[in-house]
């Protein structure tokens, strides 16, 4: 069956006659009987009374209306959903990012949410050596990385810098210093977070190559409880400084230089080379190289 020739069906028996209802359809009289004719022909039965010219259905022509009027109103449904996601009405961006990267995706999450308030944001928590991978699988649109990726097909937007920081308690020894060396360092009882990635391997091998120990004492699943942990004296950390803005800001912990490890990172905003990101994707790229 073909939805075309269900919309003459239905124009027929609510124009109550072919001529009526080719004036309405914008179509010839001999092109509506045509339309009528193939649909009986394709399923072996009449769906007009041919005795009478009031556009009278038979018994298989009332049922296959019922129906046809679902279709016709699933049809309408469909284009004006299609129409929502593209005016930007409906739909949702799903984005993939770790602890860290989630803190330089908020800016651009509170700018798309004050454009586009009927789109649901989804940001799904990630390895970050993971996210190349989520974005070729399309578990995910989006993803952030404080790296660029060396897997081939993927796009990424710079959209935000950061550099590492030397968090301590402001009652310790070196609270009122900007800047320290490493070799200063050596008797500090480090904590650390738990996961593994390349901007760590860069502070070991920074203490390797100047000779310093690094004590990592405790290790942490959580940068929140890295924080509270510094706060309460237990030990320092090297964070990215963007993560301790708040408690920075309101002298919960003191922040530092550390001379020798001037680590500025850029985080990237990934998505897939020449993929047809969705309406709801497009637009949060936009809004992400508005913050850049």
């Known amino acids: ?112 949410r004050e454009r586009h308030p009927e789109i649901k944001v989804e940001i799904r928590r990630g390895l970050a050596s993971l996210i190349p991978s989520q974005l070729h699988g399309r578990d995910v649109e989006l993803g952030l990385t404080t790296w660029k990726p060396a897997q081939p097909g993927l796009t990424a937007v710079p959209m935000a810098r950061d550099d590492l920081a030397l968090l301590v308690a402001p009652g310790h020894r070196l609270a009122k210093r900007e800047e320290v060396g490493i070799r200063e360092l050596g008797g500090e009882e480090f904590l650390a977070h738990n996961v593994r990635s390349p901007y760590r391997e860069r502070v070991v091998r920074t203490f390797e190559r100047h000779r310093t120990p690094l004590n990592i004492s405790v290790e942490l699943p959580s940068l929140e409880a890295i924080k509270r942990l510094v706060e309460e004296g237990l030990g320092v950390a090297l964070m990215p400084r963007r993560v301790a803005q708040a408690e920075i800001a309101r002298g919960g912990v003191v922040a530092l230089n550390v001379r020798e490890m001037r680590f500025e990172r850029v985080i990237h905003l990934l998505y897939r080379s020449g993929a047809s990101l969705s309406h709801a994707a497009r637009a949060f790229v936009a809004c992400a190289r508005e913050g850049a």
Do not use: C, W
Request: glycine share 6%.
């Open 1 to 112: 069956m073909d939805l075309n020739e269900l919309e003459v069906l239905v124009a027929v028996a609510r124009a109550k006659g072919f001529s009526r209802a080719a004036e309405r359809l914008g179509r010839t009289q001999p092109a509506v009987s045509q339309a009528v004719r193939r649909l009986e022909e394709d399923l072996g039965v009449q769906l007009f009374d041919r005795s009478v010219k009031d556009g009278t259905l038979t018994e298989a022509g009332r049922v296959l209306y019922e129906h046809a009027q679902q279709m016709l109103n699933l049809r309408r449904d469909a284009r004006g959903a299609l129409q929502e996601l593209a005016d930007l009405r409906r739909g949702r961006v799903l984005i993939a990012a770790n602890e860290y990267t989630v803190m330089h995706l908020l800016p651009a999450v509170r700018r798309y």
